[in-house]
């Protein structure tokens, strides 16, 4: 095989990280991946469209539902190769499951892997509608050697020189749990082309990235899965020799819904003095209770914004009633007595297994569970301009 | 009224042309504001969430459908007060529209203005159900001094330190055309929030800040419609004191679907040698035909990039069949054989009006109109590495 050496897609430039501004590349990876708008958190599930998207390559075409199938071999006794139909006999799953980018939050971390540039909108809770996988890989009769179940998507091209298709894999008992699904269906629609049409793994609890989109193929093996992105990709590391450990669940976090009125290109927020209701979600992908959520106001010099008091003082929020599913988001409110002047805005989330988000970023070299408390900057004013009358 | 003269919001600092590269601002724009996927060009209607959209503020939150109205008011003999059932009793209209962003393309420009950072993926086609307007407004019987309509939406922030709600206005003339509509369904479902729920403005042929979203209000005036976003914001100028010409409807432009595999960081294109199909869409807002679209295929030098020949040969695209809607895109495609090297790919549209896209962009401050001829630039290899089968 001849290939051109010169070729900066298969022989890739090394990455370096950056600093306070943003590259061509950057900007065109967050063009193409869309996350959710957090006045949108307002809703128990998403809307389509506004729930965080990231495909690595191009949203493949497909063949025709006709003549999709979807192909299970390896280490299993029978064989399968099954149409949409064949799919849908089994029993129905139906559930609301919040996933998140294991790079949400990249862009706040200083100095920042380039890859796609997420503040904190990389987030969204859908209704799926398919069948539990478990019970698909029952009807292929897996060899009691097979230890790791590789999923294959239909996206294909390349990163850092490695031309693949997208693929990931889980242990067979992760894979086994009776949430992980063949979803057909969000929101009670089929899937659109970019949510994986017609088929998507949808593993609860875990960082978008073991979702496969555009499923084709489940291969059982006792081998350890080496491909591309299980292995290079989404490994927190330190350092570059770091050998790593494996991103899978998503870590506790809670955001706010921005009070108040925008600016247009900057995003900073303004509000009129009074009673303000702010209000959230919060999850966990350990698949158990969040406990609670603090919210922290502190006031910051109005020149400056250095804060007048360096101490948070955490009030706790009410938590709205339980989610009915184990891996969707709950609610959380607070009600905020403005008064004019500067201030910061934190909210914390705290889970049953005791884990709670932490002030500061911690640090991963390629920016990945980002889980750092939420800070959003408001100017609150005794009075805003009335609206122009026009 | 007291505001503190620190607000940055309120008390905006110049904006200034920028270089090279990105800022935070450019970039939290760029993760809300999401476009096409370009392979999705394939539809001739583009799925809900990859549709182009651009919010100047927060989505708002509408009242209970059983609770929200349109106002029509101002110089008319009859004002109204219309709920949801209230219009969907007009007879029905129903319409595959091509909107696009008149910032589309401003990422290209340099220097290039602070505002959302669109490559070209602003754009999409949906098709739109609602009533024509022009029958509601004859039913609110305009007084003959009438000539502007303006639109207000629900959609409320601060813009260059004005604070005010998204309106935007028609002349009479413009307004009564028959494509123009009240639109509460896209794509044979209710708009979701993002699209402009429960009702928005959908003006056929013109760039997309026309289509006013969560549409509240309607008014018809004697006077000329000064709101920040007509008179401001959507102006085609030179310089900062060039009073500047209004941004009406959308020039042609044809976009091309990226051939081969993508790099997943740079977006960079690799495909192998042999037949390859170009394909891609066209679309002018004249409400005219497109005529012709046409491909140039250029060889550049491999280590540098450079042209090896400066003269583009132009060779015509096959066109689909005409669009059954006069204001919706029309297909081309073409067959290239690909042989190794690295190339440019350039498609330009001509309307029938005659109207062709320029090579180079025209000048624009705000990056406002940008339709210069798309280039994407492809290795071609001789053959690709093999998949990893693992």
């Known amino acids: 095989m001849k290939t051109n050496p ?32 957090l006045e949108m958190l307002e809703h128990d599930i998403t809307p389509i469209g506004m729930h965080y998207l990231l495909s690595h390559f191009d949203i493949p075409s497909v063949p025709a539902k006709e003549m999709w199938r979807l192909d299970i071999g390896g280490l299993v006794a029978q064989p399968q190769s099954l149409g949409l139909s064949d799919l849908e006999s089994y029993p129905a799953l139906d559930q609301a499951v919040t996933l998140e980018c294991a790079g949400n939050g990249r862009a706040l971390l200083r100095p920042r ?3 796609m540039p997420w503040c904190l909108e990389a987030v969204g809770t859908a209704r799926w509608g398919g069948t539990s996988l478990g019970q698909i890989l029952a009807q292929a009769a897996p060899d009691e050697r097979a230890t790791t179940v590789v999923f294959s998507g239909a996206d294909t091209g390349v990163d850092a020189g490695h031309l693949h298709r997208y693929e990931r894999a889980l242990s067979i008992e992760d894979a086994m749990q009776e949430e992980v699904m063949l979803a057909w269906r969000i929101n009670e629609q ?10 998507r793994l949808v593993v609860p609890g875990w960082y978008g990235m073991a979702s496969v989109k555009w499923l084709q193929k489940i291969t059982l093996t006792d081998q350890p899965f080496n491909g591309h992105q299980q292995a290079n990709t989404y490994m927190y590391r330190q350092s570059e020799d770091d050998p790593g450990l494996p991103v899978s669940r998503i870590r506790v ?10 600016d247009y290109l900057t995003r900073q927020r303004v509000l009129e003095a009074g009673e303000t209701h702010l209000m959230g979600r919060a999850w966990s992908g350990a698949g158990v209770d969040i406990s609670r959520v603090d919210i922290a106001i502190q006031a910051l010099d109005s020149p400056t914004g250095e804060a007048l008091h360096a101490d948070l003082e955490w009030l706790p929020a009410e938590m709205s009633d339980a989610a009915n599913d184990r891996f969707s988001w709950r609610g959380w409110h607070h009600t905020w007595h403005a008064s004019p002047g500067r ?13 709670t988000q932490p002030l500061d970023a911690r640090w991963d070299r390629a920016g990945l569970g980002n889980n750092a408390v939420q800070r959003i900057d408001v100017w609150v004013e005794e009075q805003l301009p009335r609206l122009d009358e026009q």
């Open 113 to 115: 892997w380039p890859n």
């Open 253 to 262: 976090r809670s955001l706010m819904i921005p009070p108040g009125l925008p």
């Open 343 to 355: 201030y910061r805005l934190y909210c914390r989330a705290t889970d049953s297994a005791g884990d």
């Open 6 to 37: 010169d070729n900066p897609v298969l022989y890739p430039q090394e990455r370096k990280h950056a600093g306070d501004y943003f590259s061509a590349s950057e900007v065109r990876l967050a063009n193409r991946n869309a996350g959710i708008h």
């Open 190 to 199: 089929p899937l659109p082309p970019q949510h994986g049409f017609p088929l």
